[in-house]
């Protein structure tokens, strides 16, 4: 089954985006360049707890 995560912006902190993840065998956070409608561009998201 997998995990739903949260994708939080590292510039601004708002939470832009959910997806989810593999629950077994992944110990990293969960990181992707994606678009922050706030910064408004490109920017790394991480996984939130």
Do not use: A, W
């Not at 994606?34 to 707890?49: A, V």
């Amino acid at each position: 089954m997998r995990e739903k995560i949260i994708l939080v912006c590292t510039e601004c902190l708002s939470r832009n985006y959910t997806t989810t993840k593999q629950k077994y065998g992944v110990k990293d956070r969960f990181e992707v360049v994606k678009f922050c409608p706030r910064c408004n561009k490109h920017t790394l998201h991480k996984e939130s707890k």
